[in-house]
């Protein structure tokens, strides 16, 4: 059974950078067709997207927030990480990894169950 688990601070503040881990069981994070992927919903938003990386590395980033994402992956640990940087109060969401089956995005088969990411100082 293929799971993911969110980790990270619960609260950042204003400038810094936002670091979460997505901890994989149940499958490799290199099997393929496997594309590592984090969203986001802020309140009173719908799902954002927010970047990927895939089974042979290759990562993906939403245009608006491009220039302060990073993705990467740890296949020791069987992982994959989101780094958000210079955030401000709008970041503030519940953050979801999720694996997508496709590559044309939105075959969501399993997700986390979310972690709560509040910017505030």
């Known amino acids: 059974q293929v799971q993911l688990q969110e980790s990270g601070p619960g609260l950042v503040k204003p400038s810094q950078t936002l670091s979460l881990t997505c901890s994989v069981s149940?499958?490799?994070?290199?099997?393929?067709?496997?594309?590592w992927t984090w969203l986001r919903q802020s309140p009173g938003k719908g799902l954002e997207w927010l970047a990927v990386?895939?089974?042979?590395?290759?990562?993906y980033y939403s245009p608006s927030l491009r220039s302060r994402t990073s993705v990467s992956r740890d296949t020791s640990k069987n992982h994959f990480t989101l780094q958000l940087s210079s955030v401000t109060p709008e970041d503030t969401a519940v953050y979801y990894c999720?694996?997508?089956?496709?590559?044309?995005?939105?075959?969501?088969?399993?997700w986390g169950q979310g972690t709560l990411v509040t910017v505030s100082s």
């Open positions: 990386i895939d089974y042979i590395d290759v990562t």
């Open positions: 149940g499958v490799s994070i290199t099997a393929s067709a496997s594309y």
């Open positions: 999720a694996r997508d089956r496709s590559h044309r995005g939105g075959f969501y088969d399993v």
